[in-house]
């Protein structure tokens, strides 16, 4: 017995299915409307929780004159950059790594000389990258 999926549908067949379809859209809409109360109830508790804990909550005083000077934070000094060491007094690792001092009329610091050195082998890998892919 082969089953024709490609016959058309008879009248009781087609009825069958369009009961089917507005039982499960019955219950999508009543799964909808569980849902829906759910979620309401849900915000109802949480907004009476919210107002319950305002109620708990003191009033904030009014400030007074005085208040503010009180309640503002007292500033925090910043501290003073440590003194720069001159390039003599510096280790090797310190002056691959520190920035170059200003020169006349210069506004942006030159690259530490251990950036410029990445930089090149970073622009020597790609290079040989591009070789290796235009050989094969």
């Known amino acids: 017995m082969s089953d024709d999926?490609?016959?058309?549908l008879?009248?009781?067949?087609?009825?069958?299915?369009?009961?089917?379809?507005?039982?499960?859209?019955?219950r999508e809409a009543e799964e909808q409307a569980r849902?829906?109360?759910?979620?309401?109830?849900?915000?109802?508790a949480e907004q009476a929780a919210a107002e319950k804990h305002a109620a708990?909550?003191?009033?904030?005083?009014?400030?007074?004159?005085?208040?503010?000077?009180?309640?503002?934070?007292?500033?925090t000094p910043t501290p003073e950059p440590a003194p720069r060491k001159s390039?003599?007094?510096?280790?090797?690792?310190?002056?691959?790594?520190a920035t170059p001092e200003l020169k006349e009329g210069e506004?942006?610091?030159?690259?530490?000389?251990?950036?410029k050195i990445l930089i090149g082998l970073a622009l020597v890998a790609v290079i040989a990258f591009g070789i290796y892919i235009v050989l094969q």
């Open 35 to 44: 849902r829906d109360r759910a979620e309401l109830e849900a915000l109802r």
């Open 5 to 8: 999926n490609n016959a058309p």
């Open 87 to 97: 390039r003599e007094e510096m280790s090797f690792g310190e002056r691959m790594v």
């Open 107 to 115: 506004e942006i610091p030159g690259m530490p000389p251990a950036q």
């Open 56 to 75: 708990k909550a003191p009033a904030p005083a009014a400030p007074t004159l005085a208040a503010p000077a009180a309640a503002a934070p007292a500033p």
């Open 10 to 26: 008879s009248a009781e067949e087609r009825a069958e299915l369009e009961e089917l379809r507005a039982e499960k859209k019955r």
